[in-house]
């Protein structure tokens, strides 16, 4: 089954938290609004964080904002930052096959159709739709 992990559904959340607050959230602020964790937030912050699509700013009215505007997000970017390459199979994502196999593969040609088309519908849905 395809399924995004519990990090990504809570990356979500808190950039879409981000994307309604008129000013920065701490992390804390952001775990007693959503119930998550902390600690996994601080996980979740570094990795969005490394992907350029949040900035953490220092002093007393620091925290968390967004580091690109939200309408610019979508849903392929925010899991490519916390999951990596995308793709329904892990020998078919991003830009192509790389497997052993892959010559005498029966399926990557239709399993990397049904993945671009998937990779199509991340891209379609915006963090403002949230």
């Given at each position: 089954?395809?399924?995004?992990?519990?990090?990504?559904?809570?990356?979500?959340?808190?950039?879409?938290?981000?994307?309604?607050?008129?000013?920065?959230?701490?992390?804390n602020?952001?775990?007693?609004?959503?119930?998550?964790?902390?600690?996994?937030?601080?996980?979740?912050?570094?990795?969005?964080?490394?992907?350029?699509?949040?900035?953490?700013?220092?002093?007393?009215?620091?925290?968390?904002?967004?580091?690109?505007?939200?309408?610019?997000?979508?849903?392929?970017?925010?899991?490519?930052?916390?999951?990596?390459?995308?793709?329904?199979?892990?020998?078919?994502?991003?830009?192509?096959?790389?497997?052993?196999?892959?010559?005498?593969?029966?399926?990557?040609?239709?399993l990397?159709?049904?993945?671009?088309?998937?990779?199509?519908?991340?891209e379609?849905?915006?963090?403002?739709?949230?």
């Open positions: 089954m395809f399924q995004l992990r519990h990090e990504t559904d809570y990356a979500i959340q808190f950039l879409s938290l981000l994307t309604k607050a008129k000013k920065n959230l701490s992390l602020d952001v775990a007693l609004r959503t119930g998550i964790s902390f600690l996994f937030l601080q996980k979740i912050a570094r990795k969005l964080r490394l992907a350029g699509l949040v900035q953490a700013e220092q002093g007393v009215n620091g925290g968390y904002v967004l580091a690109v505007p939200a309408k610019t997000l979508n849903l392929k970017k925010i899991v490519s930052a916390i999951e990596g390459q995308c793709g329904l199979v892990s020998c078919c994502s991003g830009d192509g096959c790389k497997c052993a196999r892959s010559e005498k593969c029966q399926t990557k040609k239709k990397t159709q049904v993945s671009k088309e998937i990779m199509k519908i991340l379609k849905v915006k963090l403002t739709d949230f």
